[in-house]
Each structure stands twice: as structure tokens, then as C-alpha cells.
């Protein structure tokens, strides 16, 4: 499709990079301003069911409009990762748990520490680094030889490899899926326009793999078929940022850039830009710990909560589902953990007390 729109000066992978800052840019916008986050409704705090609920809002329309595109032969999946034949089981179920643990940790999964990165924190700024560094090294260094040991590890799944091979198509299971989320968002009383903002979000799920699986598809100069993720971007976008006359840049570099700008440009506007950093040494170390759980989890996982979670399920994917209910079990029982430390005392722990809202 893409040859036949009659671009001249881009190439399919060209035009990929900026598909990706555009709908990283629209990303950026729309988290900062709902402060779009799984993380804040797996937490205990009384924001987690307004919270939740706008994940909820963003996984129901990344769903249903993702398996609408696959209806229409828009898009396919079946040579996907998370359509694998073999599910790596122990790498997705621990990976997942470490994700989960991390997040909470660090106070926010990688997209969300992009957003509050790019309004001037540097306590997120500096976990994105860390972070994109372990995840690198799990992907292709130090770390390689344990990934592939444990991802070697696996289910065979055969042709149920995705919810739409079992009784009824994808758009039932699909349609399941989204009631079950937006019966959650539509109880917790959310404010609407944050879920309208969390069915944004959700929207660029299918707009992602419409674009590169069908728009930008050319035989004689492939792009990888992908939609937001925040895990392998992050490690490739490190790798560009030091040796970007040695690679071309990706949708996913060109996601990370947009989600960047789109941020700094929601934090100026509404006043919120500021420079903050870490508080005590402890905390720092706190941090670096989340990042680097999130960085080798991430990668084992197949995704953090937007690549395995939103961008994941909406493919139906069982990997995906499982990366998810891992990556939220590993989140609740981090949570439960650092609340039962603070447990006997009217005061919050002092790990608690260190932590700033975000």
C-alpha cells in the first residue's frame, strides 16, 4: 500500500520513524494530562479507582479497534511474537513479577516516567536511562545468555496460541474483553475527560499496527510490525542516541522522541514543568533498583504495561495476557510489601515518606 501512495523522498522505514513521533506525540499530550498510568491503579492510594479506570477506558478501545482492523484484513498477527506457537512461560511469568515490582519501586512504569520526565524529572530521567541500559543488555549483552536460558523454557500452545482461535472469532473475544474494562471504568467514577483521554491513548494502539502492518507495508523494504511499546524503543533509542551514523533510527526511537515532546509541550502549557531530583541517597537507590527490575522484566515479559499490556492484548495474544496478570501481581505484591512495612504506625514508613507524589 504504501508504494502505491506515491511517496518519493521517504522509504517505508523512514516514514515508520515518523509515524511513531506522531502518535508518541499525541501519547505524550494525552498521558501527561490524564496522568495515564497502570501503575496508580494497582497502588494502594485513593486515586486507584479513577486511575484504573482510565487504563481500563484506553485497553477497551485498543481492543476492540485493534481486532476491528484484523476483521477487516487490515492487519495479522499470526507471525507475531505474541501469536508464538511456543509460550516462553517462565521468562513472561518472571519477567512480569520483576516489571510489576519495579514500577511500583520506581513510581511509574517507563511511560509514565517519560511524561514526567520531559516536565523536568530527573528522578524519571535518570530511571529511563538506567533502565533502557538493563534492557539493552538483557536484549543483545551481559544479560543475553540468561534471557535466552530462561525464554528457552516453554508451553507448547499450537493454534491457541491467541484467544480468537478458541470457539467464536477475535471481535467476540474482543467485545468480551473491552465490557469487562469498561464496566471497571464506567463503576469508579472517573472524570470524563480523563476517559476520553484513556480512549485516546487506546486509539493509537490499532492506529500503530494499521500503519505499519498495512500502510507503511512494502515487500521490497520492510518495517516491523509493532505499536506502542516502551521496552526495546528505549534500548534502541539508547543505541541510536550514541551511534546514530551507524543505525537508522525506528518507529520505536521516533515513539520515544514524540512521547518526549508531547509531554514538554502538555507540562509548559498547563504550568507543571519544574526541575525535581532525588531527595536522600536511599531513595536514589531505590530507584536504580525499579529500573533495572523493570529493565531485565521488560525484556523477558516481551513488554512493559503500553508493549504487553495495552499494545498486547489488543492482539489477543495469550503471552501478552499472561505478561500482564504477571506484571500486575508482581505490582500488588510489591505494593503489599512497602504498605505492611509501614503497618503498626499512623505515620507512613519512612520509605513512604521519601517518595514524592507523582
Not at 520513524?17 to 496508580?40: D, H, Q
Request: with cysteine; net charge positive.
Amino acid at each position: 500500500m504504501y508504494a502505491s501512495l506515491g511517496f518519493e523522498t521517504l522509504t517505508a522505514p523512514q516514514a515508520a520513524v515518523w509515524l511513531g513521533a506522531l502518535l508518541g506525540l499525541a501519547f505524550g499530550a494525552a498521558a501527561a494530562v490524564s496522568r495515564f498510568c497502570l501503575r496508580r491503579g494497582l497502588v494502594a492510594g485513593p486515586e486507584r479507582r479513577a486511575a484504573l479506570a482510565v487504563w481500563a477506558a484506553g485497553l477497551a478501545v485498543a481492543v476492540l479497534g485493534t481486532q476491528a482492523a484484523v476483521a477487516a484484513d487490515l492487519v495479522a498477527f499470526g507471525a507475531h511474537r505474541f501469536h508464538a506457537a511456543e509460550l516462553p512461560v517462565l521468562a513472561v511469568l518472571l519477567g512480569g513479577t520483576l516489571f510489576g515490582a519495579g514500577m511500583v519501586l520506581t513510581r511509574g512504569c517507563p511511560s509514565r516516567l517519560l511524561v514526567l520526565g520531559a516536565g523536568g524529572n530527573l528522578r524519571a530521567l535518570s530511571v529511563i536511562v538506567v533502565f533502557a541500559l538493563v534492557a539493552h543488555a538483557t536484549l543483545k549483552g551481559v544479560f543475553a545468555p540468561a534471557r535466552v536460558a530462561l525464554g528457552g523454557v516453554t508451553v507448547p500452545l499450537g493454534d491457541v496460541a491467541a484467544l480468537g482461535a478458541l470457539p467464536g472469532d477475535g471481535l467476540a473475544w474482543a467485545a468480551l474483553l473491552a465490557a469487562g474494562a469498561l464496566a471497571l471504568a464506567w463503576r469508579a467514577g472517573a472524570r470524563p475527560r480523563d476517559l476520553a483521554l484513556g480512549a485516546l491513548i487506546g486509539a493509537l494502539v490499532p492506529a500503530g499496527w494499521v500503519g505499519t502492518g498495512h500502510v507503511l507495508f512494502d515487500d521490497f523494504d520492510p518495517v516491523a510490525l509493532e505499536s506502542l511499546s516502551f521496552t526495546a524503543p528505549a534500548a534502541d533509542s539508547l543505541f541510536f542516541a550514541i551511534a546514530s551514523t551507524a543505525v537508522p533510527a525506528t518507529f520505536g526511537v521516533g515513539l520515544l522522541a514524540g512521547t518526549l515532546a508531547g509531554a514538554l509541550v502538555a507540562a509548559v502549557l498547563r504550568r507543571e514543568a519544574r526541575w525535581e531530583s532525588f531527595e536522600s541517597p536511599r531513595q536514589t537507590g531505590r530507584y536504580a533498583l525499579g529500573a533495572v527490575l523493570m529493565g531485565v522484566g521488560g525484556v523477558l515479559a516481551g513488554g512493559c504495561t503500553v508493549g504487553a499490556g495495552l499494545s498486547g492484548v489488543a492482539t489477543l495474544g495469550v503471552s501478552a495476557l499472561l505478561a500482564l496478570a504477571a506484571i500486575v501481581a508482581g505490582a500488588r505484591a510489591a505494593d503489599a510489601l512497602l504498605t505492611r512495612g509501614g503497618a503498626g504506625s499512623a505515620a507512613p514508613s519512612a520509605t513512604r515518606r521519601a517518595l514524592p507524589a507523582e
